[in-house]
T-cell receptor
């Protein structure tokens, strides 16, 4: 069964600290993996996209890694800011369907305290 | 910021009422999607469309219906709202299947 599991479910850190969010997936055949940021009451916004051959990709203070062999990804946030408080969702796409089916994790709820 | 819009943003309505949630995008995308999301849970695909006059049901069974008469417009209708329909509804579009999906801000529906 194609699934996406994220950990931790929630995380509280102090402003300026770093953190790492985890994503494990069983989606096959794999096409790509995206990390989305979803602010409360808003729609998700894409942060990074990684394909099978990519190991690391950065977007400002966000760095995503992908290990396609172990089917694991992480999102590292450096020097956190209050505006980083949001839900971070791992989304995996398969290439076995004509729709390009997306599988969503439940997200990690990050809270940054001053 | 993606050019995809949803109205209303919030809706509180009584049981049995008919409602239509609006979704419009100005990017000319052929592919559009409706998702349902409960607090702390993952997004579930309830409807999608490959283009004009194309609509399909998603993975999560839903009593709602959709239409796609124009490329930019993908409204979702509930003929008779019930408390079990209380949820957040997110609309999205993409240039091609498998490409990045751009999400609207969502409609939070509460049925009393």
């Amino acid at each position: 069964k194609n699934q996406v599991e994220q950990s931790p479910q929630s995380l509280i850190i102090l402003e300026g600290k770093n953190c790492t969010l985890q994503c494990n997936y069983t989606v096959s055949p794999f096409s790509n993996l995206r990390w989305y940021k979803q602010d409360t009451g808003r729609g998700p916004v894409s942060l990074t996209i990684m394909t099978f051959s990519e190991n690391t990709k950065s977007n400002g203070r966000y760095t995503a890694t992908l290990d396609a062999d172990t089917k694991q990804s992480s999102l590292h946030i450096t020097a956190s800011q209050l505006s980083d408080s949001a839900s971070y969702i791992c989304v995996v796409s398969d290439r076995g369907s004509t729709l390009g089916r997306l599988y969503f994790g439940r997200g990690t709820q990050l809270t940054v305290w001053p | 910021e993606a050019d995809i819009y949803q109205t209303p943003r919030y809706l509180v309505i009584g049981t049995g009422k008919k409602i239509t949630l609006e979704c419009s995008q100005t990017m000319g995308h052929d592919k559009m999607y409706w998702y349902q999301q409960d607090p702390g849970m993952e997004l579930h695909l309830i409807h999608y469309s490959y283009g004009v006059n194309s609509t399909e049901k998603g993975d999560l069974s839903s009593e709602s219906t959709v239409s796609r008469i124009r490329t930019e417009h993908f409204p979702l209708t509930l003929e008779s709202a019930r408390p079990s329909h209380t949820s957040q509804y997110l609309c999205a579009s993409s240039e091609r299947q498998g490409y990045e999906q751009f999400f609207g801000p969502g409609t939070r529906l509460t049925v009393l």
